[in-house]
């Protein structure tokens, strides 16, 4: 492997986010107003400690994505929140990013049925990686987040 996974700390977000990639570091602002560190942070910190990797390129050290679950809503054990942020680095490790994307849903689906998230339109590679994934989308929100910008719902249920 070229790329490996280990448990996500916040030392991998630190790694991560001056290299996040331009689509994922403009969806993080118009959904929550985050910077690429601050959304790593939360996601990370919200996310069930053992739902959260970091992938990491074998020959650099360098974080390649981030990636985890979190309970959507209080009460509700049956919905999570899947995310992943990547560096373009990602790219180079196609084949083994969709292995590893695949075996980490499955990982996540067992703990909830139901994985969703809000996608923002104009991230066109995270929208088709997602439907590669199963996911579907189930609503369009013309004015999500505090970019108020056209965001997508996708789910994934199991």
Same mark, same amino acid.
């Given at each position: ?20 990639? @331009? ?5 993080v602002? !118009?959904?929550?107003?985050? #910077? *690429? %560190?601050?959304?790593?942070? =939360? ?25 985890g679950?979190?309970?959507?809503? @209080? ?6 929140? !899947?995310?992943?942020?990547? #560096? *373009? %680095?990602?790219?180079?490790? =196609?084949?083994?990013a969709?292995t ?24 066109v ?13 189930v609503?369009?929100h013309?004015?999500h987040?505090?970019g108020r910008l ?7 249920k199991?």
């Amino acid at each position: 492997m070229r790329i490996t996974v280990e448990p996500a700390e916040e030392h991998h977000a630190r790694n991560l986010s001056p290299r996040l990639r @331009a689509s994922d570091a403009a969806e993080v602002m !118009a959904s929550d107003g985050f #910077s *690429p %560190d601050e959304a790593l942070v =939360h996601s990370l910190g919200a996310s069930d400690r053992d739902l959260a990797w970091a992938a990491i390129e074998v020959a650099t050290g360098n974080v390649v994505s981030m990636f985890g679950a979190a309970p959507m809503y @209080a009460g509700n054990e049956e919905i999570g929140a !899947a995310w992943l942020l990547s #560096s *373009p %680095d990602i790219d180079k490790y =196609h084949r083994e990013a969709w292995t590893l994307s695949k075996r980490h849903v499955d990982l996540m689906h067992d703990r909830y049925p139901v994985l969703t998230n809000f996608i923002d339109v104009r991230n066109v590679t995270s929208l088709r990686w997602l439907g590669r994934l199963g996911f579907e989308p189930v609503r369009f929100h013309p004015f999500h987040g505090v970019g108020r910008l056209p965001f997508l719902k996708y789910e994934s249920k199991r």
